[in-house]
């Protein structure tokens, strides 16, 4: 069967080898070790990437950093799903400050959002990768800010979600917005509906 191919921004297996050893009479010290792994770059074609280290963990966690950082301008140096939300929610706040300054968003709503972000979106999610960011997990973070801050808040940081993961989607980190299917944050009525209401007894 055909080798399944590497997802887009992504690697294969990492391995190493010794690339040099002391001279001695003795079994020589390995010095010099590399680290090597495939990966699939933005145009689909698959590359070698290698690093070198002085023990096979340097190696490869110099590989490793390597790798990550490749991965994190795999999408026409914007966007992918190894970036962490913190830094598709600072593309976010760019954009949404180049609206203000052309007079189609309010600065009022800009300070709105920020206060979301910065005191409960971040927190929250703020660490983990785009593509962690499902619709459960999404759906979990609002029923508590709900739950600790209030309905109107949530909506807040719903809407601030929802746009960052929409610009997440158009830059091609991800194919589907993963808080478009979040539920409905509701907010308990000021005046119960009639059949609710207790009824008066008769005087």
Known sequence: ?????LPIGTWGEI???TLKTTKTKKKGKPVKHLA??????????????TATGTTKTAARAALLAKLQNRAKTNYSGD??????INHLLDLWERRFEGLVAD???SPTSLDTYRRAITNHVRPAIGELHIGEATTQRLDNVLTDIKHHAGAPTARTCRAVISGAMKLAV???????????????????PKHPPEHSR??????
């Open 1 to 5: 069967m055909p080798r399944t191919p």
């Open 15 to 17: 391995s190493t080898r």
């Open 36 to 49: 090597h792994a495939r990966f699939r770059d933005h145009d689909g074609k698959v590359r070698a990437v």
């Open 79 to 84: 966007l992918s799903t190894n970036h962490k």
């Open 103 to 105: 007079g189609t968003r």
């Open 170 to 188: 158009r830059y091609g980190a991800i194919t589907v917005n993963p808080a478009r299917e979040v539920d409905t944050i509701e907010t308990k």
């Open 198 to 203: 207790p009824k008066k007894s008769p005087s």
